[in-house]
């Protein structure tokens, strides 16, 4: 059985902001969020978070997630304190295991957290890194056969013990009634007049408890952040890791630096993404998608051999095979466009179909529409679809052809095969097979003179 503790009461005071610390995003996701997306990847019986600062908005943030407890620590007197507060709420059966993480720890992965619970041996596990420059880490003091003696922070660490390399990345995982055992007994009667979570390896090896290490896979997992620098690089390794996975998977990114992926993205064989594009939600590309360089794709799919050009924003819509979208196309919730369809430049379609080899071109608003198969949609062609309180359907029939700059005032049809000539405003039906237009004949005045200035 496993609990999983994250600490999420900490200030943030240096990303001078008024949201709390672990709410701001990566990849687009607030840090906690990534942390219980590992921490839920274990499968524990118990997720509790430790919350302090800003802690009604963390709680709102993850309101209805009923697998979350919450524990306030407030004031916050160290790490180990913060885990004292999470005790009342940790599941104790005899093989129970609590594993400590951060909330501004965001990249840490299920497999390396997998990887450290494997090697605990019902004992105590850290995840511990060799770093270059250890200053203001813990440090890992370790007897001459290699057994872990105890974790010193660097304030109260003596000179030799600060030459040590070897660092508490803070995640551990320790046996459930051992760890209520020892955080009753950890005093804060050191450099910072806090209790320190770190003090429970010197008394887990005083009751001759296994300690044992693991390393993370990549050293940006154990990153922290405490300034938007950090966050702006976290953001771009992470981006890196993204783009390297796709790259792997086959997908061809003209520019691996400039690409950013807020979500998750699913591609077939050979997509082809050009820079500057940003993909959020979840996006999936089939087999031979080219997506043109700086479009947006949040929650979309998009079919196999589709072109979507540059400069497009494809929102919560749905593209079919062989279509080509953009560039400068706007693809607004509900865009349905099927197979071998054509969306122009300064296109807007909303919630609406655009059937089966449909073409809209240039400049047009399609909003809650049905458009049919192998219909023509002029330029300048707008769906008058709200009269300002509510909204209307227009169906356009297969085949029909809507000529240029072409109002259809919703509700309205037009039949199969009609054709509507170039500005007409449509505000009856328009019968199938026949020409409507319903603009004033054309007329030219014989002998008219231009006026001429008054000497
Ligand atoms: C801690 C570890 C140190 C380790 C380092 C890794 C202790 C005593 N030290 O040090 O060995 O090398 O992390 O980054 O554990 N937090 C609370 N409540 C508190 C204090 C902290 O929730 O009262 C949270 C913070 O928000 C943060 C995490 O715990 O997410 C770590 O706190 P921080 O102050 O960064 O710990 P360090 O002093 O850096
Ligand atoms: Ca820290």
Known sequence: ??????????????????????????????????????ARALQPSRIVVVVGHGAEQVQAAFAGQPDLAFAVQSPQHGTGHAVQQAVPFLLDAHDSATLVLYGDVPLVQPETLQRLLNVRANGVAILTEQLPDATGYGRIVRSAQGQVQCIVEHKDATPEQQAIREVNTGILVAPTAHLKNWLGRITNNNAQGEYYLTDIIGLAVADAIVINTTQPEAPWETLGVNSRVQQAQIERLWQAEQANRLLLAGVTLLDPARFDLRGSLVCGRDVVIDIGCVFEGHVELADGVYVGPNCVVRNTTVGAGTRIEAFSHLDDAQVGAQARIGPYARLRPGADIRDD?????????KKSVLGQGSKANHLAYVGDALVGDRVNIGAGTITCNYDGVNKFQTIIEDDAFIGSDTQLVAPVRVGKGATLGAGTTLTRDAPAGQLTVSRPRQQTIENWKRPVRKP
């Open 1 to 38: 059985m496993l609990n999983i503790v994250i600490l999420a009461a900490g200030l943030g005071k240096r990303m001078q902001s008024h949201l709390p610390k672990v709410l701001h995003p990566v990849a687009g996701k607030p840090m906690l969020a990534h942390v219980l997306d590992a």
């Open 341 to 349: 369809a054509h969306v122009g430049n300064f296109v807007e379609i």
